[in-house]
């Protein structure tokens, strides 16, 4: 079963309450919840939904720390549409380049790396230099800030085009000190309700929020192997 919940006040500032809510303790795998219903409870407990009556026990609780600052790395636009339809908590950056595709600098200067990518797709593809700015290297310069956040999570699959990609974000966050920041992954390579699974553009929000518990944290071995990984890449 999983456990029960309440929300209290517990303080009041000029602009709103700060409320405190009581985190479910899953005494079952997450495989044995529906979708629907998991969703359900996880919409409660970031507190955008209803109490899941009926499907949830008061034999145990576990009290939430304040909510924390997560910062959630997509791999498109198709996820993050499903995405923004989730409960999920947090900031969204939307990845939109294709380093799997044509000549990508070696330089760890992060300015003299998207300007001289910017050069290169601008002389060997039609596109609007301008747009390329304004939806794809501002949107990356957010990573500058990445010590804002307590997790950033990085939902990238197995594919070529998703494993390039994020072998430049392990490169970027290995060359960094991440302090607090935990950094997560969130990369299926297949899904029970999608035989021929092709990526997470087709998942439901549902099905797309039930991945987020199942994340794992990458280690710092893991980004010495992306980061020599990234080196031999370029």
């Known amino acids: 079963c999983v456990a029960g919940y309440e929300t209290r006040r517990v303080g009041r500032d000029e602009n709103a309450l700060v409320h405190h809510r009581l985190l479910p303790v899953f005494h079952r795998r997450r495989a044995d919840f529906p979708d629907s219903e998991f969703a359900e409870i996880l919409n409660f407990i970031v507190g955008r939904g209803e109490p899941p009556v009926g499907k949830v026990s008061t034999r145990a609780v576990l009290l939430a720390p304040q909510q924390s600052m997560n910062l959630h790395i997509l791999n498109g636009d198709s996820t993050a549409h499903s995405f923004q339809q989730t409960a999920l908590p947090g900031e969204i950056l939307v990845w939109r380049e294709m380093l799997c595709e044509g000549w990508v600098p070696a330089t760890a200067d992060f300015e003299e790396f998207w300007q001289q990518r910017g050069d290169f797709l601008a002389r060997h593809y039609a596109f609007d230099r301008d747009e390329y700015e304004n939806q794809a290297v501002r949107e990356f310069r957010r990573l500058l800030e990445f010590n804002r956040y307590d997790e950033i999570t990085l939902w990238f699959e197995f594919d070529v085009f998703c494993q390039i990609n994020l072998l430049y974000l392990i490169r970027f966050f290995s060359e960094k000190d991440l302090g607090e920041t935990r950094l997560t992954l969130v990369s299926p390579g ?30 710092p071995h893991d980004l010495r192997v992306g980061h020599h990984a990234w080196q031999a890449y370029t």
Do not use: Y
């Open 190 to 219: 297949s899904h029970p309700a999608h035989p021929n699974f092709k990526g997470m553009g087709e998942l439901t929000p549902g099905q797309l929020a039930a991945l987020w518990p199942e994340r794992i944290t990458l280690t």
